[in-house]
């Protein structure tokens, strides 16, 4: 089964299966066509990825975000004028993550080789018909595009025209992507030609892309542009293979990526609500909304103060956070009125250890209301713009047992492509912060990973796996998952009912992007919320809006182990789609 964010993807994931693939093949080729079609994300971009092995049972995280390049501080950005990282433009780059975490996958866990998996994307980068909603994408921000000439080459091939962007159903080329492809196919077979084993000939594409005349062009190009990724940044930079964070909630393990992504803050919700009865409640009652929102604020506070890069000093609390313990002292402060100060706990004591940011707790959230450009309750569709930009997801599942869940993203329109190699690079700087007062684990620095919201998920039952689940949303996808999981658990809603079942949103943490905006009290709930749902609501002290789409797209595979079937899932809220046979 093969689910991602466009119908062409899912086809390349489709093929690969009918080639003898597995799972983790069909997953590489879906990023790789995803990837070139521009579906939010390009080749220059990150790619985090939960997989489970069923020869060893065990799930394994693949951390494949790049890292801020040398010059990167916070003094530099300061002294460029800014309060955050830039949203767009050559400073607001990381170094590319997808490249290497593709590879790196595909070595370690597929079957096939680098020109199988990459074939399907080849073929659409030498020309495809490109959709409407990424050509008008295009041509919304083609203002900014003229500012990079290598991205003008790339998007705009009618400058001069009243439509410079291509329109829907043209044949859309990429030539330069093409040979960049071509070369780690290249690479790959001369090794394979030499006599080098098929993991030593992905090494040699890897090396060829991170410290080779790839790695020589784009670092050209990108300080031509007035960026500071150097060929040493890219050198040093390396995949790394992790082990997950998980907690059990009712018989059911959940797995998340660790504490450079959003993930954990979806397991402190669940142990959260751990303490409360949710099905008596019922789906979507205003006691449950509640329940939910403010288990979700609790949560995400932490997640606003406490997350950060592990790799580097200080290091968070993640064992005191996901301590049950600690999540029953969270869940003592839920009462019956919304709470629109909700401030990270101390999660300290509960690994045995001082805070060292005590003082900085205090009256936290009060301190980043005034420190954040909007700290309203209005949800503005250019708010929403920001905190909702964009990933793709990955889901995919075959019968030996491989189950994968890919949340790839960044380089989205508009991006700067990197001379003539035609990488799209990221815009993932803009999710550090600047001032340790805001957090002190996520400030900006050389060869760090800023805390993303990139977040794929597995759940595991009696040791085999129950689920794979993924969404684009930025800062909601968290919130859209935990919602989906619990549609299934508590409310035994099957795998299509759960990702089309409406969902809530809170906007009081702070937002990933942008101007790090957030709107304490703001709820959007579905559009069709009853009417005395929305009068209890209100007098809880909620600001609402109602919107007729609540979550993006989530996508899910789930294992029937009764019957030895796969039940797949794609939301009605885009153009995800998925295959299986």
């Not at 190009?221 to 990724?229: A, F």
């Amino acid at each position: 089964m093969a689910i991602t964010g466009k119908p062409l993807g899912a086809t390349a994931g489709a093929m690969i299966f009918q080639q003898g693939g597995n799972a983790v093949d069909a997953a590489c080729a879906m990023l790789a066509a995803t990837c070139t079609m521009w579906d939010v994300l390009s080749w220059g971009g990150e790619t985090q990825a939960l997989i489970y092995n069923p020869h060893t049972a065990e799930v394994i995280a693949i951390n494949a975000l790049g890292v801020a390049p040398t010059g990167a501080t916070a003094e530099f950005y300061k002294e460029e004028g800014l309060k955050f990282p830039p949203s767009y433009g050559p400073l607001s780059a990381v170094t590319p993550g997808t490249p290497g975490g593709l590879i790196t996958m595909l070595a370690k866990y597929g079957k096939l080789s680098l020109k199988e998996v990459l074939a399907p994307a080849m073929e659409m980068a030498n020309g495809y018909p490109i959709e409407a909603q990424t050509a008008n994408a295009i041509e919304s921000d083609k203002e900014m595009i003229k500012e990079w000439p290598y991205s003008q080459k790339v998007f705009l091939p009618h400058l001069g025209e009243d439509r410079e962007a291509p329109s829907a159903g043209e044949i859309f080329e990429q030539h330069d992507l093409l040979a960049t492809l071509q070369k780690l196919v290249d690479a790959e077979q001369t090794a394979l030609a030499a006599g080098k084993t098929r993991e030593e000939a992905l090494q040699a594409a890897y090396d060829r892309f991170y410290l080779g005349d790839i790695a020589d062009e784009m670092t050209r190009s990108v300080q031509e542009q007035g960026g500071l990724i150097r060929k040493s940044d890219l050198a040093n930079w390396e995949v790394k293979i992790e082990s997950p964070l998980h907690v059990n909630y009712k018989g059911i393990d959940v797995y998340k990526l660790q504490e450079w992504t959003q993930g954990p803050a979806l397991l402190q919700s669940l142990n959260i609500l751990e303490n409360f009865d949710l099905k008596g409640m019922g789906f979507n009652s205003a006691n449950y909304i509640h329940t939910l929102y403010q288990a979700m604020n609790l949560a995400f506070a932490d997640r606003d103060f406490y997350y950060g890069d592990p790799a580097f000093s200080p290091k968070s609390p993640m064992q005191g956070l996901l301590s049950k313990t600690y999540a029953k002292e969270r869940a003592k402060l839920i009462t019956q009125s919304n709470d629109p100060w909700a401030n990270p706990g101390d999660p300290y004591p509960f690994q045995n250890e001082e805070n060292p940011f005590k003082s900085q707790l205090e009256n936290y959230s009060k301190n980043y209301y005034e420190y954040s450009e909007n700290a309203d309750a209005k949800v503005s569709d250019s708010f929403l713009k920001d905190f909702t930009a964009g990933t793709t997801s990955i889901v995919t599942a075959d019968k030996e047992g491989w189950l994968v869940s890919v949340t790839p993203s960044g380089g989205w329109i508009p991006a700067v492509i990197a001379g003539n190699t035609g990488i799209g690079l990221s815009q993932r700087m803009q999710s550090f912060v600047l001032d340790k007062e805001v957090n002190p684990f996520n400030v900006v620095a050389p060869g760090k990973r800023p805390r993303v919201t990139l977040t794929p998920s597995l759940a595991l039952k009696d040791g085999k796996p129950l689920m794979a689940f993924a969404v684009q949303g930025g800062d909601t996808q968290d919130q859209n998952l935990l919602q989906l999981f619990l549609n299934m658990v508590e409310f035994d809603m099957n795998v299509q009912q759960a990702v089309e079942a409406p969902n809530i949103n809170s906007y009081q943490m702070q937002a990933a992007f942008g101007n790090h905006e957030i709107k304490p009290g703001a709820l959007t709930l579905q559009s069709e919320t009853p009417s005395w749902v929305r009068r209890d609501l209100q007098s809880r002290g909620y600001k609402m809006d109602f919107r007729e789409r609540t979550s993006g797209p989530i996508n899910a595979i789930w294992f029937d182990w009764e019957h030895g079937t796969l039940w797949g899932g794609a939301s009605n809220h885009g153009e995800d789609y998925g295959i299986g046979w």
